[in-house]
């Protein structure tokens, strides 16, 4: 039986707008196991980007219990977020890897050398860290700075930096938005490659209802599955 990697339960959040608090999220609930895949989707502004920061702790939710890899986020008690932030920051180098829209590489390293430091940070060997970029197509470029290669190119580091660190979940904010349609379906091939190969969990942030459908699981944020439930 596969192993439970996030359960959610009744997270809500709220923003301020003006003297209202506007819902983005309420009530919702959604369960991941190791292996699988589920899309977060809906229009621009529907809380896709607010969900997965809550998913790796970059944002807190006004109510709700999260389970993740282990650690257990109860908003309903009091917390530090001094206490919640080494917890969050020890999984975030370890255990969750995300994939932004722009990849999120040090200009000054190469695409080797980003690879390696995000493994070397998650304490996993460095010498699998070349073969990462072979897997994605670009081993031939290991040596070149960010600036020197296409953004598909950058985008397949920063996939190879997420797999190098063998993490148990990958959070992925619209990874191929700011590329063209065909190098987008070549990097989200890999992705899905990878992640069947891997076994690791995966959440996708899309607005793009063909990438969504290659996911096992959908979210739609902007209708509101019933009771916030992953379908």
């Given at each position: ?6 359960e ?18 309420s ?17 621009s ?24 890899l ?21 999984l ?14 040090m200009?000054a ?8 430091l995000r ?58 938005g ?36 290659q996911?096992?699981?959908?979210l ?12």
């Amino acid at each position: 039986m596969s192993q439970v990697v996030l359960e959610a339960r009744e997270l809500s959040k709220t923003f301020a707008s003006g003297a209202e608090r506007i819902a983005v999220f309420s009530g919702l609930s959604v369960e991941l196991a190791e292996g699988q895949s589920l899309a977060l989707v809906g229009r621009s502004g529907s809380g896709k980007s607010t969900l997965l920061n809550v998913f790796c702790g970059l944002e807190r939710p006004d109510t709700g219990v999260l389970a993740l890899l282990g650690e257990r986020f109860d908003y309903r008690e009091p917390e530090t977020a001094g206490q919640a932030e080494k917890r969050w920051a020890r999984l975030r180098r370890r255990r969750i890897g995300v994939v932004f829209q722009e990849a999120n590489l040090m200009p000054a390293l190469s695409l080797l050398d980003n690879v390696r430091l995000r493994a070397r940070l998650a304490q996993q060997p460095l010498d699998q860290c070349q073969a990462w970029l072979e897997r994605l197509g670009i081993g031939e470029l290991a040596e070149r700075y960010p600036d020197q290669v296409s953004g598909g190119q950058r985008q397949r580091a920063a996939l190879a930096m997420v797999f190098a660190m063998n993490p148990d979940l990958i959070l992925a904010d619209e990874p191929t938005g700011s590329l063209d349609r065909r190098t987008a379906e070549e990097v989200t091939a890999e992705l899905f490659r990878l992640q069947a190969q891997t076994g690791v969990a995966l959440i996708l942030a899309t607005h793009d209802p063909e990438l969504a459908e290659q996911c096992g699981m959908t979210l739609d944020l902007a209708h509101g599955a019933p009771a916030g439930q992953a379908r």
